[in-house]
């Protein structure tokens, strides 16, 4: 080496010069080949507990639909790569009135749909309205996602209207923040009509939406749907060629396609197929046992914190794995505006028997617990249940278990007929808004078909509270706001969080830069696979592994 060095000190400069202009060619052609390799991409096939026989995003509340929707259509704002926070999509610019009831949206230029029509104002103007008002002409099938993000249907929402080619306006009947982050849901995708047959049109279409996504629809078969890379892409080209998503069937079905290496990634509900290869992230649905507080014992609110501080997370824990992880806090890791600290499940027994003791109740006191059964479906929640006696046992309740079909139980627990429920929510869209206030506000504490503020809780500080932070959209009032509430709760304790379902992904060892999202939605456009021709491309950051039984933040391959 030190003899290679000496020579080329003693060539002549030119000769030098010549010499790393050589290397810094090959170099670049060798990169130039393997770059070519990595954008063509490959097959990408990932398999689904089920799939949808045509694609409408109007209808993408949850399963398969949502997924396939982000990589085929755009959205006006976008969810990040880690959580609910908004960030531009097809909207590169937005403003609200001083009112909070006009939304404007300035929309990025250069984007077509997948048949190459420009993207305008009047095209999302037209694909909103459909998803919001009842009886619109391009209405697809019913949306239920609309209605739940928009107070009703239309709801919140007055008028969607152009300005002009590049501008979308949305006036509302009343403030409503929260209208940015159900923008960024699937639901709202920005679609482009296909002529039917039964509209004097195309007969060949394979979808009746076109999107303008890093992905298009090229063939619905049974049992999957295939999707084409369309590059170029205002996020970037996709680093897969194709799109292949199939109907997986059970857990074992779809363990061995991949031992088989006929998939290459599988989405699946509440479990991991094999620890290898396997990822997780908390969701936005949440467990939490609801506290009647019109009812002995929970009417006292000492009763109430004692219930909080007996439950033992590790106990919880165990009944979960893997389907969800314990909860410490009301709003899990992936919704913005979450408070941390202190854990609301204290796993302390001694201090509860001295709460109800303050609260002048006996020791042992009864309680029922209702559960829906829900035959096998994960995690269980009869081992939740049995979790949860347990631990309360231990702190001085004495707790029955009444099991009861999903929907059995809804219904007990909207009339008000029981002193403890286990049920789940969901913060849809990743807003605090559509957890805490469903759950804690007078308004949903109603009996009936309508409530969803089943402990029955009634606090006008709170509510006020949750108001101003669903009308303000300065995103920093809003957090304030928020915590303010969360800190409400912990000292009333009318609902204790459990637990946050998991979304799990397996993938082979060749599967780069995967990376889960809370909304169970990732965007996979960036995702590739290592072959030999591709294994000087850009690595993927190093793999967390599969999330342990506490609640972590996302991970990604």
Same mark, same amino acid.
């Given at each position: 080496?030190?003899?290679?060095?000496?020579?080329?000190?003693?060539?002549?400069?030119?000769?030098?010069?010549?010499?790393?202009?050589?290397?810094?060619?090959?170099?670049?052609?060798?990169?130039?080949?393997?770059?070519?390799?990595?954008?063509?991409?490959?097959?990408?096939?990932?398999?689904?507990?089920?799939?949808?026989?045509?694609?409408?995003?109007?209808?993408?509340?949850?399963?398969?639909?949502?997924?396939?929707?982000?990589?085929?259509?755009?959205?006006?704002?976008?969810?990040?790569?880690?959580?609910?926070?908004?960030?531009?999509?097809?909207?590169?610019?937005?403003?609200?009135?001083?009112?909070?009831?006009?939304?404007?949206?300035?929309?990025?230029?250069?984007?077509?749909?997948?048949?190459?029509?420009?993207?305008?104002?009047?095209?999302?103007?037209?694909?909103?309205?459909?998803?919001?008002?009842?009886?619109?002409?391009?209405?697809?099938?019913?949306?239920?996602?609309?209605?739940?993000?928009?107070?009703?249907?239309?709801?919140?929402?007055?008028?969607?209207?152009?300005?002009?080619?590049?501008?979308?306006?949305?006036?509302?009947?009343?403030?409503?923040?929260?209208?940015?982050?159900?923008?960024?849901?699937?639901?709202?995708?920005?679609?482009?009509?296909?002529?039917?047959?039964?509209?004097?049109?195309?007969?060949?279409?394979?979808?009746?939406?076109?999107?303008?996504?890093?992905?298009?629809?090229?063939?619905?078969?049974?049992?999957?749907?295939?999707?084409?890379?369309?590059?170029?892409?205002?996020?970037?080209?996709?680093?897969?060629?194709?799109?292949?998503?199939?109907?997986?069937?059970?857990?074992?079905?779809?363990?061995?396609?991949?031992?088989?290496?006929?998939?290459?990634?599988?989405?699946?509900?509440?479990?991991?197929?094999?620890?290898?290869?396997?990822?997780?992230?908390?969701?936005?649905?949440?467990?939490?046992?609801?506290?009647?507080?019109?009812?002995?014992?929970?009417?006292?609110?000492?009763?109430?914190?004692?219930? !909080?501080?007996?439950?033992? $997370? *590790?106990?919880?824990? /165990? +009944? @979960?794995?893997? #389907?969800? %992880?314990?909860?410490?806090?009301?709003?899990?890791?992936?919704?913005?505006?979450?408070?941390?600290?202190?854990?609301?499940?204290?796993?302390?027994?001694?201090?509860?028997?001295?709460?109800?003791?303050?609260?002048?109740?006996?020791?042992?006191?009864?309680?029922?617990?209702?559960?829906?059964?829900?035959?096998?479906?994960?995690?269980?929640?009869?081992?939740?249940?049995?979790?949860?006696?347990?631990?309360?046992?231990?702190?001085?309740? !004495?707790?029955?278990?009444? $099991? *009861?079909?999903?929907? /059995? +139980? @809804?219904?007990? #627990?909207? %009339?008000?007929?029981?002193?403890?429920?286990?049920?789940?929510?969901?913060?849809?869209?990743?807003?605090?808004?559509?957890?805490?206030?469903?759950?804690?506000?007078?308004?949903?504490?109603?009996?009936?078909?309508?409530?969803?503020?089943?402990?029955?809780?009634?606090?006008?500080?709170?509510?006020?509270?949750?108001?101003?932070?669903?009308?303000?959209?300065?995103?920093?009032?809003?957090?304030?706001?928020?915590?303010?509430?969360?800190?409400?709760?912990?000292?009333?304790?009318?609902?204790?969080?459990?637990?946050?379902?998991?979304?799990?992904?397996?993938?082979?060892?060749?599967?780069?830069?995967?990376?889960?999202?809370?909304?169970?939605?990732?965007?996979?456009?960036?995702?590739?696979?290592?072959?030999?021709?591709?294994?000087?491309?850009?690595?993927?950051?190093?793999?967390?592994?599969?999330?342990?039984?506490?609640?972590?933040?996302?991970?990604?391959?």
């Amino acid at each position: 080496m030190r003899l290679i060095t000496l020579r080329l000190r003693l060539m002549p400069l030119r000769f030098r010069l010549m010499s790393l202009l050589f290397t810094a060619l090959v170099a670049a052609l060798a990169v130039g080949d393997h770059a070519f390799a990595f954008a063509q991409g490959s097959v990408l096939r990932v398999g689904l507990p089920t799939l949808p026989s045509q694609l409408d995003p109007a209808t993408a509340l949850d399963g398969s639909v949502p997924l396939i929707a982000r990589q085929v259509f755009d959205t006006l704002v976008q969810y990040s790569e880690a959580g609910s926070d908004v960030e531009p999509g097809l909207a590169v610019q937005w403003s609200v009135s001083r009112d909070g009831l006009v939304w404007s949206f300035r929309l990025r230029g250069g984007v077509s749909f997948h048949d190459g029509t420009p993207l305008t104002a009047h095209h999302v103007a037209q694909s909103l309205a459909r998803e919001i008002f009842p009886g619109h002409p391009l209405a697809g099938g019913a949306s239920m996602v609309a209605p739940r993000l928009l107070r009703g249907a239309p709801g919140v929402v007055k008028e969607v209207r152009a300005v002009d080619s590049h501008t979308v306006e949305i006036s509302l009947l009343q403030p409503y923040a929260p209208l940015l982050t159900a923008l960024a849901h699937p639901a709202f995708s920005v679609v482009l009509p296909v002529a039917t047959e039964s509209d004097g049109g195309k007969t060949d279409a394979v979808n009746r939406w076109l999107g303008t996504g890093p992905f298009s629809v090229v063939e619905i078969g049974a049992g999957h749907i295939a999707l084409e890379a369309r590059p170029p892409h205002w996020r970037g080209a996709p680093r897969v060629s194709r799109l292949v998503f199939v109907e997986a069937g059970d857990e074992a079905q779809a363990r061995a396609q991949l031992d088989a290496q006929s998939l290459d990634a599988v989405f699946s509900t509440g479990a991991q197929l094999r620890p290898a290869g396997a990822l997780s992230v908390p969701s936005w649905r949440i467990g939490y046992l609801a506290l009647q507080t019109e009812k002995e014992p929970f009417k006292r609110l000492k009763a109430r914190r004692a219930a !909080a501080a007996a439950l033992e $997370p *590790g106990l919880i824990g /165990a +009944a @979960l794995r893997p #389907a969800a %992880s314990p909860l410490q806090a009301f709003l899990p890791s992936g919704v913005w505006g979450r408070r941390d600290a202190p854990p609301l499940m204290g796993g302390d027994p001694e201090r509860a028997k001295r709460l109800l003791t303050e609260a002048g109740l006996p020791r042992n006191v009864p309680t029922a617990l209702t559960v829906p059964d829900d035959g096998g479906r994960k995690p269980d929640l009869l081992k939740v249940a049995e979790a949860i006696r347990a631990s309360l046992g231990a702190g001085g309740f !004495a707790v029955s278990i009444h $099991p *009861g079909p999903a929907e /059995a +139980a @809804l219904v007990r #627990a909207q %009339s008000g007929d029981f002193q403890m429920a286990l049920e789940e929510a969901y913060a849809a869209g990743g807003d605090p808004h559509f957890l805490l206030y469903p759950l804690s506000a007078t308004e949903g504490a109603t009996k009936g078909s309508g409530a969803v503020n089943l402990s029955f809780y009634r606090d006008s500080r709170l509510d006020d509270l949750l108001i101003r932070a669903s009308q303000l959209s300065f995103r920093t009032e809003r957090e304030r706001l928020y915590a303010r509430a969360q800190g409400m709760l912990a000292e009333s304790m009318p609902w204790i969080p459990l637990y946050v379902r998991l979304h799990w992904v397996t993938v082979r060892p060749e599967v780069k830069n995967l990376r889960l999202h809370p909304s169970g939605n990732p965007r996979l456009e960036r995702v590739w696979i290592e072959t030999p021709t591709s294994i000087t491309a850009p690595s993927a950051p190093a793999s967390p592994p599969a999330a342990p039984p506490s609640e972590e933040p996302p991970t990604g391959r």
